[in-house]
């Protein structure tokens, strides 16, 4: 039977204190993922190691805090994010510290992977956040939440920092022990928000991964996500191998990277929340796709606005996508954002292979930013193939449940 909206929760009309915690373990989360990048010009010098080595290295936390996404967001729709989200930053705490006393390129690669955890924690936040916030508000709360990629920020210009003024450790260490002090007030002060349908099957829980949508907005998240982490993590080499900046200088500029993209995420949430996704997206591509060309020129000038023209356009993307996901299946978030999410990270797996690769064989890097802005186009025509596209029909429709 059908239950009635008088027996239905009432959706919450927000709750400030359960974003901000969202939020900050977010934060701290990618702090701690972002810092095996930021010390990468340290370790690349330290461990001798050559430019497909060190691609191998970025990538691999990427892989873990891709794939991780899909479970992660699954078991928040059915256990709730206080639970789930506590247990991924105790798991990030652990690599954290261990990657203090590498010294060797498979420790390096080891401890990588599963500090690609902290990447992962970004599903399950969402699924948290959402629940807290009606619809016509989740693009601006989803934003917010997203801005917590300031981590990367935080990271980029931190270790580099602490790393020369503590010793190498402590690039490390610094948000290892924040994530302790972060997971202690998370689990005394989170609460998961009123379940707005009852608890499904695996088999529910995995009907939305069928539906087409979920799938276009992977592949735009793919572009969007995708591309922001490829350049955070792979800046600060970009940086000090083809300008011969200094670690410090390369880790500043890839913060200011950072912080822009993650203040324009939560700007396209909102717009997201006025206009529309897709009709952000119909901009987003061809301005990235443009802005990949101005990377590709071998000047400082050129780089420049072109990471910085790129850095605004991902964030708008990423907040609208975001924005699409709990419109089109409210009923199932966790799960589709843990695709999407998967999607996002993935995006940023590949890149630093690919560019790797064509440093290595070519001596540059300008093909590789050449198939970034051949990619852009594809995502553009894509969007204007899928027309408007409109909410799924059936369960995935509304937030009534049957029974």
Known sequence: MTISNNSSPTVPAGNNLQLALATGAFAICFAVFGSVSAMMPILKKTLALNPVQVSIALAIPVLLGSLGRIPLGMLTDRYGGRLIFSIVMACSIVPAFLMGFVSAYWQLVLCGFFIGIALASFSVGVGLVSGWFPPERQGFALGVYGAGNIGQSLA????????????FRWGFWTFGVLLLVWLA??????????????????????KPLKDAKSWLLSLYYFLTFGGFVAMAIY??????????????DAGARTAGFVVLATLMRPVGGILADKIGGRRILLWVFPVTAAMAIFLACPSMVTFTIGALGMAAAIGLGNGAVFKLVPEYFPGSVGAVTGLVGAAGGL????PPLVLGTIRQATGTFTLGFILLSLFSLICLAVVFKSGST????????????TA
């Open 185 to 206: 007030v998370f689990w005394l002060k989170a609460e998961n928000a009123p379940r707005r349908a009852p608890v499904k099957s695996f088999a529910d829980v995995i």
């Open 156 to 167: 980029a210009f931190g270790s580099p920092v602490l790393a020369a003024a503590l010793g």
């Open 390 to 401: 409109t909410k799924p029909k059936g369960q995935f429709a509304s937030q009534q449940a």
């Open 347 to 350: 995006g940023g797996f590949f």
């Open 235 to 248: 800046l600060p080499i970009f940086l000090t191998d083809i300008f011969k900046l200094t670690p410090g």
